[in-house]
């Protein structure tokens, strides 16, 4: 990139940090444009350069945590133990949805609404199948190997990640801070790998 095009993405992810603290200590709804320009220290007029309006700050939010979170689990999941890269997908998964929960459900909201650009729907959507998939891959891996029950790879997939987000889910309707909580972790990784019967020792 030039200098100016570095320069500009620069104060695009300052106008988005800024918007993502408001967003997490107030909500969505609750934050104005204005809000977000006095936070960054910007004019109003100077938001709009880089943004059109507050949601594409949010889109541009959702977009960047998920691209990122892609990018991780790759660079994570170049052993080819299955299991692990699922012990791997599932704190992956968990740290995503903890760190915006809430403006994926503001998002949802949105676009349920038709107030997002068809774009910018696209976008989301093509980043969350590739996630899919990639796992998908990971537990078809782990069937050939003997590892994990014979069922289609990518409904499993689609399983577990709800699973994750159930848990996630939760913390926002008993209005708990969204934090990391290592125990849900665990839970979530023995209800998946051993399920929740008891083995029968008798043999």
């Not at 949105?110 to 910018?120: A, F, H, R, S, T």
């Amino acid at each position: 990139m030039s200098r100016k095009e570095i320069e500009r993405e620069f104060k695009r992810q300052l106008i988005a940090r800024s918007a993502r603290d408001l967003f997490l200590a107030k909500s969505y709804e609750e934050v104005t444009v204005q809000d977000i320009a006095s936070a960054a220290e910007f004019g109003k007029g100077t938001i709009y350069q880089y943004f059109s309006s507050k949601e594409e700050i949010l889109y541009y939010l959702i977009y960047q945590d998920m691209a990122e979170s892609m990018e991780n689990l790759r660079r994570d999941c170049s052993e080819p133990d299955a299991c692990e890269c699922l012990n791997i997908y599932i704190s992956n998964q968990y740290d995503l949805y903890m760190r915006g929960n809430r403006l994926f459900l503001s998002f949802l909201r949105l676009m349920l609404e038709g107030n997002l650009k068809p774009e910018w729907i696209n976008a989301t959507g093509i980043i969350r199948e590739q996630k899919l998939e990639f796992v998908a891959g990971i537990i078809a891996r782990g069937q050939a190997d003997g590892v994990f029950i014979e069922a289609d790879s990518l409904q499993l997939a689609r399983a577990l990640k709800n699973v994750v987000r159930g848990f996630t889910m939760e913390q926002l309707e008993l209005q708990k801070k969204a934090t990391k909580n290592t125990n849900d972790i665990e839970l979530i990784k023995a209800v998946i790998f051993a399920g929740i019967m008891r083995k029968n020792d008798s043999g």
